[in-house]
């Protein structure tokens, strides 16, 4: 201890509050920043003129209307995901099964379709899948909620495993309901008859799935912030001590939570298989389930914000998807790019939540 | 004495969070061989103050001097190196890990666990301390608890030790245990700081006094030289008049009737064992014990929290039917219409939801109301004002979460949300623990007023002298058994004090 004498260089202490208008500032340099830096990083790299491939990203999305109605389909199917797992997460508990809860949703519209198409009119079999996609969704949220509220156990590591049954399970039905013979895959189901494919309206193919998303974005904001269920959900999250002292089941609200959460997971599903790609395969969700955890928790489990949010982890796929085609470049090139992006949005919190104080600042803030 | 060098000066010492100054040109010196305690009221900076000394915070303004010596401390582990140890109110050990690892954790060098149970043993043997080196954490009690934390600081070589509130967790004879190792410490030249606002451990542990008020240094005495009522006041800033009320019960009436309760915890051990006693409106009934004598389990039981093994519990309407409130939970108790208010003794934990603001906290009792599934926050929002008028709830507004208030504030907020209902029975565990004396005698205040209106209190107190004089009747609790119920008025501390002692009230020492 020989520098003693030296003041630490800056010392780091919690915000009390910030105003709402200096956070979005922070959070908006920070994007700022992170195109910068994917700028230097492409020319060092590649060589090539960072404008274009910003303006390479931009047209991915925007380029055309049908890549805009992709872009919107897309972000409808994340933010839907992402809005299942929220009212979880809201309760500290931690849903990453989103994946193969929406996984049986797909699984159980796929068996409506499959197993009923000769049987039941059109109209009663949609109406059947919706009831038990959501209802496949709501057994797998149930099943980990259940061992959780009666024996305390890892929500997390109970809803991953869950999600590899999804899988084996969808996986092996592939091949019970393969088509054509031997392919080993599904492919397009009822591709004539069209039986079970949810109807196109105002002629726009993705409309319907947006649609029903937005109203479902609506739901959970109300459901979350002005419903006597989302108070419980709140209080069972913070305490469950103080839960049981004013008389709310906590055990009630976690498997009531979960079923709700893994029933959205499985409308999910439906929509995915019943109304976008027509089949079932075991990737089918794309990871949804798991990018969901971070548009939740980026939009603070917001689900308004978490329009920004998902439109954001969209855009940035699409746009990195889109230059390694374009420039040639190794898909890595544009992870890298993305990374770079989240890197900062997420280390910008950082500066929201904490104020770092410099030496020479600190006292001339003890003096004024 | 006069001329010796303090172990620790603290020079004109500010520290400011936001727009709140939490110290103020503090000046403060600390010697070898010597306990001070440090008093003030919740908020007044004690904790503050020494979270400079040991590396936490960093002061904004001022100069700290070890030995005489100015230094920087920048980080616990500097101030480790300075031989300054801390044992904070929370403790901050692995569940997991023995008693050794978490003494050892963080240390580096190779770990060799035999060497360093011998040197806990030693450590141990020198100032009285029992400590098993391969006990886990979570075996451990409280007060095992804080002495593995003792230890930790003692094992990296401190020779200046803080204690933030060290005797709020512990039963009286724990705490007499632990004043007897801090004064093998003291003749051993360690210099120790309490930090407390309780006067009776002021006057018999430290020799020395330093008063806060308002994150600025009042003075230090010597503790022979002062008496309780001088140093409350000069921890108030102006006289305090040290009695509480005790107006005579009006019209008392038959409301809770307790027949031979027991109960068993978790674990299947007998924490209440045929307790029988009763309440009446307008009363308070005082309950005394070593803590962890069943209080808790039998607060627990009336509202409905703890499951009972066997006996009754009844509420009386006032025209004189029964409702059995053994077996059922909280909700079912409300919905028969039975009004009990319960204010625990954990009151961030279990009274409040610490994260919540006040609005939301309120709404905890109200949100049920209406038929319809939105939950109405313009009621809570109604009743959360008037708290905050009514209680003189010190706080920057409705929406700030509820742990950014000081202690006596959060219990404000509590106690008045159970009023709120105008409650037929009020129970309250160790409603002014951790209280200051101000908020103390506001809580006081309060809970005579219900009694006034007619409500039916049972008050469970640890402090002997308040207990003597709030109550109407005291039931003493020992062991889980009543070892007998006395009338307030006329009774004596130390008449109360052998009846804690004496399981069961048969066995006379």
Redesign the interface.
Known sequence: ?NN?????LF?I?RR?SMLWYRIWLIRGLAILAALVVCALVSVVMTGENPFSIYSTIFTASFGSPRKIWVLLQNIAMLLCVSLAVTPAFRMRFWNVGGEGQALVGCFASAACMILLRDKLPNGMIIFLMFVTSMLAGAIWGAIPAFFKAKWGTNETLFTLMMNYVATQLVAYYCVVWESPKGSGQIGVINQQSQIGWLPVIGGQKYLLNILIVAVLCLFTYYYMY???????I??VG??E??A??????VEKVIIRTMMLSGAMCGLAGLLLTGSTNHTLTTTIVDGRGFTAVMVSWLANFNPVWMIGTSFLLVFLSRGAGEISTNFGLNKSFADILTGIILFFIIGSEFFIMYKVKFKHA?EK??KA | MENRIPAVSMHNV?K???TILANDKVDLEIYRGEILAILGENGSGKTTLMNMLSGIY?P??GEIRIDGR???I?SPK?AF?LGIGMIHQHFKLVDVLTAAENITLGLEGRLNLKDVSRKIREICDTYGFQVNPDQKVYDMSVSQKQTVEIVKVLYRGADILILDEPTAVLTPQETDRLFAVLRNMREDGKAIVIITHKMHEVKSLSDRVAILRKGQYVMSVPTRGTDEQEMTDLMVGHAVKLNIDRPEPVNPRLKIDVRDLTVRNIDGIVRLDHVSFTANSGEILGIAGVSGSGQKELLEAI???QPVESGSISFVEDDGTREELVGK??????KMGVSLS?V?E?RL????????DLT?NM???T??NGFT???NRRVPRHIAEQVVNDLHVNTPGLNVPVRTLSGGNVQKVLVGREITSSPKVLLTAYAVRGLDINSSYTIYNLINEQKRKGVAVIYVGEDLDVLLEISDRIMVLCGGKVSGIVPGRGARKEEIGLMMSRVGGSSHE
């Open positions: 201890m003693q004498k030296r003041k630490p010392h202490s009390q002005f419903s006597k269920h989302g108070y419980e709140a209080v913070e305490s001590k103080t049981h002292y004013v008389g709310i089941k600190a803030e003890v | 500010s400011r969070f936001g960093y904004d303004e100015p230094v920087i920048r500097e190196d509202a409905g929290l939970d909280p909700l079912e108790i409300t319960f625990p954990d934990g279990m009274g409040l939801v610490a994260n919540m939301d709404m905890l009792r949100f049920r599934t939105v939950a």
